[in-house]
């Protein structure tokens, strides 16, 4: 099993729907939950980070993280053709400070 | 904000040489790791370290070796190139503290190794 693992994609919505990602992690110990964006191209940049069971919002995105199921996800709302780019999970496991990233998944907003 | 530098956005190389990857961080953080990434298979630790002088393997380290002499400076290398080390390899610093846990990554570095 992978330590963390995200939806296949690609995902595919048009603009101003709703876009959900989805992540299950494996170390049931894990604290700290952190969505990246990463453009073709580029490297990846932090857009949410979260650490409490439920939710948190920033702006258009929601991260929503479950604990109890071991997953996290990240909504964001009213989607727009920069929103174009793969989203990487990543996880701080109960063993120290190193992220392990699932694959990412990459999301197109068609205009 | 934190910048992550990385010296060399494009190398070249010939299989068997050595390749040196730089990359310095300006904040003075304590904990900087070194990513490859690679379609279908997404980020990969290499290796990170903690502090000066102070490495652990991460979890593909076989071909690589990682140097950090100075706290802003860690440096990755490939005593040995192979075509199979052809990558996009990514630095990045961790910083802690103030509610936020932050890994800022710098522009990264594409390697090919003929």
């Known amino acids: 099993q992978k330590e963390v693992e995200q939806n296949s994609g690609p995902l595919s919505v048009p603009e101003g729907a709703i876009a959900s990602l989805n992540c299950t992690y494996s170390?049931?110990?894990?604290?700290?939950f952190f969505w990246y964006r990463q453009y073709s191209g580029k490297s990846p940049e932090l857009i949410m980070f979260?650490?409490?069971?439920g939710d948190k919002e920033d702006g258009r995105f929601t991260a929503q993280l479950n604990k109890a199921s071991q997953y996290v996800s990240l909504l964001i709302r009213d989607s727009q053709p920069s929103d174009s780019a793969t989203y990487l999970c990543a996880v701080i496991p109960t063993s120290g400070s190193r992220l392990t990233f699932g694959e990412g998944t990459q999301l197109t907003v068609n205009p | 904000d934190v910048k992550v530098t990385q010296s060399s956005r494009y190398l070249v190389k010939r299989t068997g040489e050595k390749v040196f990857l730089e990359c310095v961080q300006d904040?003075?953080?304590?904990?900087m790791f070194w990513y490859r990434q690679d379609p279908g298979l997404g980020l990969r630790l290499i290796y990170f370290?903690?502090?000066?002088?102070m490495k652990e393997k991460g979890d593909i380290p076989e071909g690589y070796s990682v140097s950090r002499e100075k706290k802003e400076r860690f440096s990755l290398i490939l005593e040995s190139a192979s075509t199979n080390q052809t990558s996009m390899y990514l630095c990045a610093s961790l910083s802690w503290g103030g509610g936020a846990n932050v890994l800022t990554f710098g522009a990264g570095s594409r390697l090919t190794v003929l």
């Open positions: 370290s903690y502090d000066v002088k």
């Open positions: 904040m003075d953080h304590e904990n």
């Open positions: 979260i650490y409490s069971n």
């Open positions: 170390d049931r110990g894990s604290q700290s």
